[in-house]
């Protein structure tokens, strides 16, 4: 499964276009713009385990770095202070790694509201 079956191409162009300098990634902001906040919670999952590069059921620190290339090969990486925010945004119990249940899919919601 690509992220293509669930997020429309154009939303995916529209939201890597709009973080395409270093540290002007927002997830708030990305996942709005690509589509991912209209999603269902399965939908989200499957989402969500696409980024699991490892498969561990966690993302971490490392896989982070990738995300927008996940969604482009041609994007940029994050930087070290857009992973760390991101962390900070999705990491509720400080252990490094962003879980499958929980704070990813709360992600989709408490981000932009």
Avoid: H, W
């Amino acid at each position: 499964m690509s992220l293509t079956s669930i997020l429309s191409a154009a939303d995916i162009a529209n939201a890597l276009k709009d973080c395409q300098a270093p540290d002007s990634f927002s997830p708030k902001k990305f996942f709005q713009l690509c589509g991912l906040r209209k999603k269902t919670p399965k939908e989200v999952t499957e989402v969500f385990y696409i980024l699991d590069t490892d498969q561990s059921g966690f993302i971490e620190e490392d896989e982070l770095k990738f995300f927008l290339q996940k969604f482009s090969p041609s994007a940029r990486l994050l930087t070290t202070a857009e992973i760390k925010a991101f962390l900070k945004a999705a990491d509720d119990n400080d252990d490094g790694m962003i879980g499958a249940e929980g704070r990813f899919q709360s992600l989709t919601d408490s981000l932009i509201d």
